[in-house]
């Protein structure tokens, strides 16, 4: 037998297996002031629920465990090294706004030792977000920040979560169970309503002809509120609304698509002054380029939600038809996902749903709110493609 060998096992022979057990117990307390349950104990140790009751009471009674509440503990021994959070995101990647929120959030996590970032992509695909639940449960991340669209597949992505014990933040599109983080859209809706009303009262003495609404549909009804608090806000800014002849169309797909959309409902209607609610500033800036190519830019007039780049640039634009955008401010979401997730897994107290703040950016303050855009002029047509 060689040396080493032979003291190792000499050193088992000398440990106290019961002293070994409690620093388990110890050790799997790995923030200070973590609250764990009975349950997280024996997941995280491997110890047998039996054996751990026994070894949280005896620490209880040395002193050195804290009963918080009925099978609830908190260890009173600070941990020699905090370990690492292994956060789980599953980015949408398919827009600007997406690609904002993840640099935000690695910028975010970079920023903290503690956080490892594990990071997929969902590509847009309900198939997609699927498979990478199932990959960041073999990953056995602590978190996971859920970013996707498909309203139908959300309960099955939670589900997958719930019964690997991981909790979950789910962002701009509710998850069962999840922690919601995104907008008020609802709020958002009226914001952008009042403004399009303000704006046709001012320039439409005439008033306006009909109201085209570009929504999205498969991300569900929550996302659907900022077309219904457009709806109420043109409503209480225009008296003669109830007579607007309404338009639904879907706004699902890249700008290209939703612009064919566009492009085939002009092409079926006769001119009339329109106003647009848009669900997203991809379905607004669609909308403008349809009209402008069909050389009826001077018919229309547009509201966004998002405050993405494009539709800052937009906005800039000398006469731009697009009266405003929401900004959600996508590239703060990283902090404040960052701080959600050690709070929720440091068992603090949060609410089930937390807001972004928002503002409407128009022509005249986008270079107050965004000054760091203006270094570069905006271009004629930057806010999309340009008109061939």
Same mark, same amino acid.
Request: glycine share 8%.
């Given at each position: 037998?060689?040396?080493?060998?032979?003291?190792? $096992?000499?050193?088992?022979?000398?440990?106290?297996?019961?002293?070994?057990?409690?620093?388990?117990?110890?050790?799997?307390?790995?923030?200070?002031? +973590?609250?764990?349950?009975?349950?997280?104990?024996?997941?995280?140790?491997?110890?047998?629920?039996?054996?751990?009751?026994? !070894? !949280?009471?005896?620490?209880? $009674?040395?002193?050195?465990?804290?009963?918080?509440?009925?099978?609830?503990?908190?260890? !009173?021994?600070?941990?020699?090294?905090?370990?690492?959070?292994?956060?789980?995101?599953?980015? $949408?990647?398919?827009?600007?706004?997406? $690609?904002?929120?993840?640099?935000?959030?690695?910028?975010?996590?970079?920023?903290?030792?503690?956080?490892?970032?594990?990071?997929?992509?969902?590509?847009?695909?309900?198939?997609?977000?699927?498979?990478?639940? +199932?990959?960041? #449960?073999?990953?056995?991340?602590?978190? #996971?920040?859920?970013?996707?669209?498909?309203?139908?597949?959300?309960?099955?992505?939670?589900?997958?979560?719930? +019964?690997?014990?991981?909790?979950?933040?789910? *962002?701009?599109?509710?998850?069962?169970?999840?922690?919601?983080?995104?907008?008020?859209?609802?709020?958002?809706?009226? *914001?952008?309503?009042?403004?399009?009303?303000?704006?046709?009262?001012?320039?439409?003495?005439?008033?306006?002809?009909?109201?085209?609404?570009?929504?999205?549909?498969?991300?569900?009804?929550?996302?659907?509120?900022?077309?219904?608090?457009?709806?109420?806000?043109?409503?209480?800014?225009?008296?003669?609304?109830?007579?607007?002849?309404?338009?639904?169309?879907?706004?699902?797909?890249?700008?290209?698509?939703?612009?064919?959309?566009?492009?085939?409902?002009?092409?079926?209607?006769?001119?009339?002054?329109?106003?647009?609610?848009?669900?997203?500033?991809?379905?607004?800036?669609?909308?403008?380029?349809?009209?402008?190519?069909?050389?009826?830019?001077?018919?229309?007039?547009?509201?966004?939600?998002?405050?993405?780049?494009?539709?800052?640039?937009?906005?800039?634009?000398?006469?731009?038809?697009?009266?405003?955008?929401?900004?959600?401010?996508?590239?703060?979401?990283?902090?404040?996902?960052?701080?959600?997730?050690?709070? *929720? !897994?440091?068992?603090?107290?949060?609410?089930?749903? #937390?807001?972004?703040?928002?503002?409407?950016?128009?022509?005249?303050?986008?270079?107050?709110?965004?000054?760091?855009?203006?270094?570069?002029?905006?271009?004629?047509?930057?806010?999309?493609?340009?008109?061939?």
């Amino acid at each position: 037998m060689k040396p080493d060998q032979s003291a190792a $096992q000499d050193r088992d022979r000398n440990a106290a297996q019961a002293v070994v057990r409690a620093c388990q117990i110890l050790s799997c307390f790995h923030r200070e002031g +973590e609250v764990l349950q009975l349950a997280d104990v024996v997941a995280r140790t491997g110890l047998s629920r039996t054996t751990a009751f026994r !070894l !949280l009471t005896s620490l209880v $009674q040395g002193g050195m465990m804290e009963r918080v509440e009925r099978g609830e503990y908190c260890s !009173l021994v600070r941990p020699i090294v905090s370990r690492s959070i292994r956060l789980g995101f599953a980015a $949408q990647a398919n827009s600007v706004f997406s $690609q904002t929120v993840s640099e935000g959030l690695q910028r975010a996590a970079a920023a903290n030792d503690r956080i490892h970032l594990i990071m997929v992509n969902n590509r847009y695909s309900a198939r997609e977000a699927l498979r990478n639940a +199932e990959h960041l #449960v073999r990953e056995q991340v602590d978190l #996971v920040l859920e970013f996707q669209t498909y309203q139908r597949v959300a309960p099955s992505i939670a589900a997958c979560f719930l +019964e690997a014990n991981i909790p979950v933040i789910a *962002i701009e599109i509710p998850h069962p169970g999840a922690t919601y983080y995104g907008a008020n859209n609802y709020e958002a809706g009226l *914001i952008a309503g009042r403004a399009l009303g303000r704006w046709a009262k001012k320039h439409w003495p005439e008033g306006a002809e009909q109201l085209l609404l570009l929504e999205l549909p498969i991300a569900g009804p929550l996302p659907g509120l900022r077309i219904t608090g457009t709806v109420e806000g043109l409503r209480t800014e225009l008296p003669a609304f109830d007579r607007l002849n309404t338009i639904h169309l879907d706004g699902k797909g890249d700008f290209e698509q939703i612009l064919g959309v566009v492009r085939r409902f002009i092409g079926r209607s006769r001119p009339k002054r329109t106003l647009v609610g848009a669900v997203n500033d991809m379905c607004a800036l669609a909308a403008l380029r349809g009209f402008e190519e069909a050389g009826l830019g001077h018919l229309c007039s547009v509201v966004g939600q998002n405050g993405t780049l494009e539709a800052r640039n937009e906005l800039r634009r000398r006469n731009t038809r697009l009266v405003g955008s929401v900004a959600y401010f996508p590239e703060r979401y990283g902090e404040d996902l960052v701080r959600l997730a050690i709070n *929720i !897994l440091d068992h603090k107290p949060v609410p089930s749903a #937390v807001f972004a703040k928002h503002k409407l950016l128009t022509a005249q303050n986008v270079d107050l709110v965004y000054p760091l855009d203006g270094e570069e002029p905006a271009l004629p047509g930057h806010g999309f493609p340009p008109i061939p």
